[in-house]
């Protein structure tokens, strides 16, 4: 390569060299950087600093709201997690999504390495098309669900759930795959070949490994969309015991025209908690996998 | 009447079975032993409604052999609408449902005619009142009962402290609880002394605040208000009536009440003026006693004030707001003996009586024989907060909308049409003229079959 | 697929190694259009069942009276064109669009570049702090917004009124609630825009980069020469699928504003909601809803096919 005589230029010695020579550009960068983390952050510190507030002290216009200026009270997390349904909520929603997940990669993955490395009449068309399905809304869609779900036998069910959030979840993480198995070089299908493998062990044995980061993409867009979804759960479910997070908090804390924000504040926070975990674990997966597979169709 | 000899025969021909007809309870003889029911009923925000009213049904299930079960379901974020739609176009789902007040007309074909239950109860609980027959009674056929849980209605809710002081009336002494002097009340409790009283309290920087938005809280004020100055949206025969002269005097005294109330009631949802009573910033507003029960939490000193009491009247009349609850028999529920059997057990006026023990007053059933419960007397603190929430006067209830056919009514309710309509105007700045012209315009397109 | 010639290896060997990889291939792509289908079998089904079915059904509902008895074709969009405020709908859908979009993605881009050129170590933290408003979900961050903009309570409006300025009815005035909700519309969006472009910056080639700045390039011309083209084809993707979700946004204006005030913030979903469900006119809530479809898809396929152009250019 022509420049293979210069330094090697890691993201780290570009930084190095950067950092020297315009040491204010970096000190600006953090600047803005720090503004827009404000903007990002500001409502959930409010929300995290509601939930400890007394109902009496979020009732009151006293003071300043950003701060709590009473006690500080447990009292809203005490009172999801022991006189609430919230652990059945939460139980629901850990079910549901972990079962949408595994479904949904499932037909990705097999979609994705048909619809990439292999041609049938029409696949270019779903390959591309595959996008549109995003175009039927899920506000109009809940309506006609009703007759299939409810003909399924499934109303007031969370398998309800299973069985339609694939619909959200499937288009966008084949696009991202096939993405991603598209970019993985022909000669290792080759070699793969000729060392005697079949399809379904070529797909396990180099395909996904290679392409982990992609999927573990896929996964976390499945696990997010599946884990905040409203629409369809507060269409489909009313039962207590089959409630998901999102619809039952709302519906427990949200009585006729009585509003429980220090509830509110806590159960939302408690129902972010689980993707900000698994989020910070498979973070750098992510920005890895969406690096080949999103660039490359 | 054609009705009830409809009634009768139906009766009559339903009962054949063991030949013994009691007037006093005509079903015993038609429930199976055995069999489910289900219920869809409304989430009741008071706690412990909820579990009184599913012990009572539960009680007569294990008396009557027949299995009960009951789920109750929030009316937030229109769940109940959305469970009842998913349930009529799936054919499927719970017997008896609630539906809210205008939801009885848009089920009418797919809610079993309940004409001999109605009678019944009619009979020995009382009559219901004419809302409750505008509603559940489309086209002439009883579609649902009245739902003892639920209903209720929008009095005006004052601080007795700042009334006196700065608008210098007593409305405890004008409302009392008990014997009242109607004569003077219709006398002194007009909007105009109302526009007068809101004009001293947003001078002492208490105004009254009611929404103008979007939410159901909104439509229940301004359709009384506007009828008391004579304007209806539209005639009980399908006619556009809103361009008239009361519409008009109706929006002047809104463009004058609306300088004397926080600007942001365009935003307001159901809640806001909760929480804006609650607050203490303000000193009236109209809403059900969910306000009142909050604050005894929140805000002691403020519920401690707070009294309930009828809307001032017009020149039309006297006119109070309501949301009533209906519970209705699907036609394709395959228990319809046994859910008619039930639906008469809590109609009843024994079970009715410990429902309203447990709403804490909060529920207000259609029918007047009620009023003279204890609940509302007992209710504290202040005592005898409650004793005029069920109205005692001259106030005629109503739902907005009304008298238009339930169809067209449901939609100037549901779509805000006299919020807007108002909006346009003291918000807008439109013209009392263009606006009403806007008006009667969205009701051509409201009587869309 | 191409062939490669087998170096190194002994004439007739090669031959006959030739021969039975042909005939492997051969055998594999008489059976694989077979297969093919086969593995996309459950894809294709879940789209037919539960995306195509429900739609056409939906036409079909959208083609119906309010009774759900008699047929009247297009009669519901004749019907709502001649509304005002089906019209507002429109427009506001609109501007509501086009403008959250434009800032997620503008935002989204500046960001993924400040973090970009965060020391490496150091990326991780600003990374996760960035991801939180796409994390909590939609339908309970924006009860945190609209207890923020409470009309009585609202903690912004305390900030500003202890600056010294006055309060700002964040959702009664039609402006400020138009604003509100793109606001928090953006707010929500971003992140996803963000950490999509942060991704794509990571795969351009740092040689790109630096041949430029021994050219002679400065920054400015290094992001519109090099990094925009790089990134056109994620750029164009990102905008296609939230310009088509934005599009179709509830949660966000319906737990704010609820269409409010004054019907000024409707969007076609909120709008066919309250038609559909509310007022119990499913079949013209259903009209409201499809009425979006034909634009958005032509709109789409434009993208689409000129991303697929561009990529077998590649």
């Known amino acids: 390569m022509a420049l293979a005589a210069a330094p090697r230029d890691t993201p780290t010695t570009r930084w190095v060299a950067f950092f020297g020579q315009r040491r204010w550009a970096l000190y600006a960068s953090y600047f803005f950087l720090f503004l827009f983390i404000v903007f990002f952050l500001f409502p959930p510190y409010y929300m995290l600093v509601t939930s400890f507030k007394t109902n009496a002290e979020i009732s009151s216009l006293a003071g300043n709201p950003w701060v709590i200026q009473g006690d500080i009270t447990l009292e809203h997390y005490r009172n999801l997690l022991l006189e609430t349904s919230f652990p059945v909520y939460f139980r629901n929603t850990v079910v549901v999504t972990v079962l949408v997940v595994t479904i949904s990669m499932l037909i990705s993955i097999l979609a994705a390495y048909s619809l990439s490395r292999m041609r049938f009449w029409g696949s270019a068309t779903l390959a591309t098309g595959i996008f549109l399905t995003y175009l039927v809304p899920e506000t109009l869609l809940f309506i006609p669900m009703f007759k299939i779900v409810g003909g399924l036998g499934l109303l007031n069910s969370y398998w309800s759930l299973v069985l339609v959030y694939p619909t959200l979840v499937v288009p966008f993480c084949t696009w991202i795959l096939i993405g991603y198995f598209s970019s993985i070089p022909r000669e290792l299908d080759e070699a793969a070949l000729i060392d005697g493998c079949n399809h379904f062990q070529m797909l396990t044995k180099i395909f996904i490994p290679v392409a982990k980061p992609g999927i573990i993409a896929a996964i976390i867009f499945a696990f997010t969309v599946s884990w905040a979804q409203f629409i369809y759960p507060l269409a489909f479910l009313y039962s207590e015991d089959q409630l998901v997070l999102t619809v039952g908090t709302v519906t427990t804390l949200i009585r006729g025209d009585v509003f429980a924000w220090g509830g509110l504040m806590a159960g939302a926070l408690m129902a972010a908690a689980p993707p900000v975990i698994l989020y910070a674990f498979l973070m750098d997966y992510y920005i890895a996998g969406l690096t080949a597979g999103a660039t490359k169709t | ?449 | ?314």
């Not at chain 2, 489309?138 to 639920?150: F, S, Y």
């Not at chain 2, 209720?152 to 009242?180: M, T």
């Not at chain 2, 259609?366 to 603190?381: I, T």
């Not at chain 3, 739609?55 to 019907?79: C, D, P, R, S, W």
Request: with cysteine.
């Open chain 3, 1 to 314: 697929m191409a062939r490669k010639e087998m170096a190194g290896v002994a004439p007739a060997d090669a031959l006959a190694g030739g021969r039975r990889l042909a005939m492997r291939w051969r055998g594999l792509r008489q059976s694989r259009a077979g297969l093919a289908f086969l593995l996309c079998l459950p894809l294709i089904l879940l789209v037919l069942g539960l995306i195509v079915y429900p739609f056409f059904y939906a036409i079909y509902l959208a083609t119906l009276n309010k009774a759900e008895t008699a047929f009247v074709g297009l009669g519901n969009f004749a019907f709502l064109f001649r509304r005002s405020t089906f019209w507002m709908v429109v427009r506001q859908s609109i501007l509501f669009t086009l403008t959250a979009v434009f800032f997620k993605a503008l935002i989204g881009f500046v960001c993924a570049h400040l973090i970009h050129n965060v020391p490496p170590g150091g990326q991780r933290i600003w990374r996760g702090l960035s991801l939180v408003p796409w994390v909590i979900p939609p339908a309970l961050s924006t009860l945190g917004w609209w207890w923020l903009f409470d009309p009585t309570y609202s903690a912004v409006n305390w900030l500003l009124t202890s600056f010294g300025a006055s309060a700002i009815p964040w959702l009664s005035d039609v402006f400020w609630a138009r604003f509100s909700v793109i606001l928090v519309n953006i707010w929500y969006g971003a992140p996803f825009f963000l950490i999509m472009y942060l991704a794509a910056l990571k795969s351009i080639p740092e040689e790109l980069y630096d041949a430029a700045k021994v050219d002679g390039a400065n920054a400015w011309q290094r992001l519109v020469h090099i990094t925009l083209p790089m990134m056109r084809n994620i750029i164009a993707i990102t905008m296609l699928f939230s310009t088509i979700v934005t599009f179709a946004n509830f949660d966000i204006v319906r737990v704010l504003t609820q269409g409010g005030p004054r019907n000024t913030t409707h969007l076609f979903a909120t709008y066919a909601f309250k038609l559909g469900i509310q007022s119990g006119d499913i079949p013209l809530g259903a009209a409201v809803s499809l009425f979006m479809f034909p634009i958005l898809a032509i709109f789409a396929m434009f993208i689409l096919r000129d991303v697929r152009e561009r990529t077998k250019r590649l």
């Open chain 2, 1 to 449: 009447m054609r009705l009830f000899s409809q009634a009768r025969r139906r009766f009559l021909a339903g009962t054949a079975a063991t030949g013994a007809i009691a007037v006093a309870a005509p079903f015993v003889h038609t429930a199976r032993a055995g069999g489910r029911v289900s219920l869809g009923l409304w989430d009741h925000w008071v706690p412990g409604a909820n579990d009184a009213l599913r012990q009572i049904a539960e009680e007569w299930g294990r008396q009557n052999k027949v299995e009960v079960v009951i789920d109750f379901i929030t009316s937030i974020g229109e769940k109940d609408l959305i469970t009842a739609a998913a349930e009529a176009r799936a054919g499927t789902g719970h017997d008896i449902m609630v539906h809210r007040t205008w939801q009885v007309a848009v089920y009418e074909n797919q809610l079993e005619p309940l004409d001999d239950l109605v009678a019944e109860i009619e009979k020995n609980e009382g009559a219901y009142n004419d809302i409750a027959r505008y509603l559940a009674r489309p086209n002439g056929t009883w579609r649902a009962i009245v739902a003892p849980t639920g209903s209720h209605s929008y009095p005006v809710v004052s601080r007795l402290d700042l009334w006196k002081e700065h608008a210098g009336i007593d409305l405890q002494e004008l409302f009392p609880a008990g014997p009242r002097d109607q004569a003077r009340i219709d006398a002194e409790w007009t909007y105009e002394r109302f526009l007068e009283g809101a004009r001293k309290l947003h001078a002492a920087g208490f105004p009254f605040g009611n929404p103008i938005g979007q939410t159901s809280d909104s439509q229940d004020w301004l359709g009384p208000l506007f009828l008391s100055f004579g304007s209806q949206p539209m005639s009980g025969d399908g006619e556009i009536t809103i361009d008239s002269d009361g519409t008009r005097a109706a929006l002047e005294f809104m463009k004058e009440l609306t300088q004397y109330m926080p600007e942001d009631v365009y935003a307001w949802d159901d809640a806001a003026n909760n929480r804006w009573i609650i607050s203490g910033r303000g000193s009236a507003i109209q809403n059900p006693p969910s306000a009142w029960a909050v604050a005894k939490r929140d805000a002691p000193e403020v519920a401690a004030q707070l009294w309930h009491h009828d809307t001032p009247s017009g020149p039309n009349g006297r006119f109070r707001g309501s949301l009533p609850f209906f519970w209705g028999l699907w036609n394709f529920s395959t228990n319809k003996s046994a859910a008619k059997e039930l639906l008469y057990h809590l109609a009843s006026k024994e079970q009715v009586a410990k429902l309203l023990w447990a709403s804490q007053g909060y529920d207000l059933p259609l029918q007047q024989d009620y009023y003279d419960h204890e609940v509302w007397l007992k209710e504290a603190p202040p005592p005898g907060t409650l004793y005029n929430y069920p109205g005692r006067g001259n106030e005629q209830v109503i739902v907005t909308g009304f008298p238009a056919p339930p169809a067209v009514g449901a939609r100037i309710y549901n779509e805000g049409l006299l919020a807007v309509l108002v909006a346009r105007v003291t918000q807008g700045g439109e013209s009392i003229e263009d606006a009403i012209a806007w008006a009667a315009e969205e009701l051509e397109g409201y009587q869309r079959g």
